[in-house]
């Protein structure tokens, strides 16, 4: 045992850990839905070193980092590698969107996820909410898409190309577009394209690493090329 760590530090851990594992699992259960399980890729066939298992964001993640006033009737959402739904719900939920929309590459996933919708006992304030079976790199951003989210759903090449589909987007139809990025481990690309703008970092827990990427949020906007 490490002289620096107190043996009542090491008994609270795993008691907190426990306490946040069970309150998550009793929400799901309120609201019937389906959502907690880390799931491997490999267990469908669709292992690739630029794609990452599926983990689930956390409850509220989205709360934390997106002030319900910066949302407006007119915004449309999209979680790209949406996996069994769990934002698609609290967007749906928590804030006036017109539409959202989530990205799955999993049929397995995906199929959850639409089980999810229709039989939570949430209260869903978005009625248009639309799940696709697609690897992101079949699929083109909508043009009105206005808040994406991202829980380091993939790295390498395929975030740089569906990176470079997004700003496309947002060049052929400039608007307000924020980024919130769960885990962003490939935030040195985004900043490399000199297209994006940090906005702030929300991160989980007091004592969070401040570069670490893990556990945090980091919020983006995506600004005009430079010569615009």
């Not at 959850?112 to 799940?131: K, P, S, W």
């Not at 947002?170 to 924020?178: A, E, G, I, K, Q």
């Not at 000199?194 to 827990?205: A, I, N, S, Y």
Request: net charge positive; hydrophobic share 40%.
């Amino acid at each position: 045992m490490s002289p620096s760590v107190a043996p009542s530090a090491l008994i609270r851990r795993p008691y907190a850990w426990l306490r946040r594992s069970i309150g998550r699992l009793l929400f799901e259960r309120r609201y019937g839905v389906r959502t907690a399980e880390f799931v491997s890729l490999e267990e469908f066939g669709l292992a690739h070193r630029d794609r990452v298992y599926y983990s689930p964001a956390n409850w509220q993640t989205l709360r934390r980092a997106l002030p319900r006033h910066e949302v407006g009737e007119h915004d449309v959402f999209i979680d790209l590698g949406s996996g069994m739904g769990r934002m698609v719900l609290e967007a749906a939920s928590h804030y006036p969107f017109k539409r959202v929309i989530g990205v799955e590459l999993s049929e397995e996933l995906n199929a959850i996820a639409r089980e999810n919708v229709t039989g939570t006992r949430l209260r869903l304030r978005c009625g248009d909410i639309d799940l696709v079976r697609s690897d992101v790199l079949d699929y083109e951003i909508p043009d009105d898409v206005s808040v994406v989210f991202l829980n380091n759903p993939f790295r390498g090449e395929v975030f740089s190309t569906v990176i470079g589909r997004l700003i496309a987007s947002v060049d052929r139809n400039p608007r307000r577009v924020t980024v919130l990025y769960f885990n962003p481990v490939e935030e040195a690309f985004l900043l490399g394209t000199g297209r994006f703008r940090r906005l702030r970092t929300v991160k989980r827990g007091r004592k969070a690493v401040e570069d670490d990427p893990f556990g945090s949020t980091r919020v983006y906007a995506i600004t005009g090329p430079p010569d615009a």
